[in-house]
T-cell receptor, first 111, second 116 residues
Framework: AQSVTQLDSQVPVFEEAPVELRCNYSSSVSVYLFWYVQYPNQGLQLLLKYLSGSTLVKGINGFEAEFNKSQTSFHLRKPSVHISDTAEYFCAVRGYSTLTFGKGTMLLVSP | ETGVTQSPTHLIKTRGQQVTLRCSSQSGHNTVSWYQQALGQGPQFIFQYYREEENGRGNFPPRFSGLQFPNYSSELNVNALELDDSALYLC???????????????FGPGTRLTVL
């Protein structure tokens, strides 16, 4: 079985500041991890994914995430956020035929 | 390349009614998965279809059923609607036959269902 814990329900940050959104997972099979972003009243857009190889994964819009097997974490980071990054962010782990999602973290960027 | 599309965008039904939601997969994708996203929650897996067969199911009752057609488009049917069925229903398509853990799912914009 798989599960995902997103430790923060909301993260407020000022524009141009760095941000880290935390994600911890558990999985009984090989680990494949994803971050998706959901803008208001829209579906999910893939930000980045870890399947194998380098533990530092770069995605769209300047986001990156680091897979840490010993800490079972896959935290999402961005060095400088924009107002347009305000959205809900979901971490997910892949199972046999499904994605198991966390409850999401709302990133609130203010000027 | 056409992305995942869903119809309708919004839907209002009353308790006890039946509803059908539709999804067209991304070009070249043969697998469709359906998720329910209640307000303030992450998406929950309903089921997946691969080559017109159900290929996995989450913890949802039998009144949630689905179909996949030869062109890989899909329908989600919900019978005997309950108030708690109010949610955003997301469809995702992928290429991997449902067998590979690595295939990436691409999501449509969703259908917002309100049950009164």
């Amino acid at each position: 079985a798989q599960s995902v814990t997103q430790l923060d329900s909301q993260v407020p940050v000022f524009e141009e500041a760095p941000v880290e959104l935390r994600c911890n997972y558990s999985s009984s099979v090989s680990v494949y991890l994803f971050w998706y972003v959901q803008y208001p009243n829209q579906g999910l857009q893939l930000l980045l994914k870890y399947l194998s190889g380098s533990t530092l994964v770069k995605g769209i819009n300047g986001f990156e995430a680091e897979f840490n097997k010993s800490q079972t974490s896959f935290h999402l980071r961005k060095p400088s956020v924009h107002i347009s990054d305000t959205a809900e962010y979901f971490c997910a782990v892949r199972g046999y035929s499904t994605l198991t999602f966390g409850k999401g973290t709302m990133l609130l960027v203010s000027p | 390349e056409t992305g995942v599309t869903q119809s309708p965008t919004h839907l209002i039904k009353t308790r006890g009614q039946q509803v059908t939601l539709r999804c067209s997969s991304q070009s070249g994708h043969n697998t469709v998965s359906w998720y329910q996203q209640a307000l303030g929650q992450g998406p929950q897996f309903i089921f997946q279809y691969y080559r017109e067969e159900e290929n996995g199911r989450g913890n949802f009752p039998p009144r949630f059923s689905g179909l996949q057609f030869p062109n890989y488009s899909s329908e989600l049917n919900v019978n005997a609607l309950e108030l708690d069925d109010s949610a955003l229903y997301l469809c995702a398509s992928s290429l991997g036959g449902g067998q590979g853990h690595t295939d990436t799912q691409y999501f449509g914009p969703g259908t917002r269902l309100t049950v009164l």
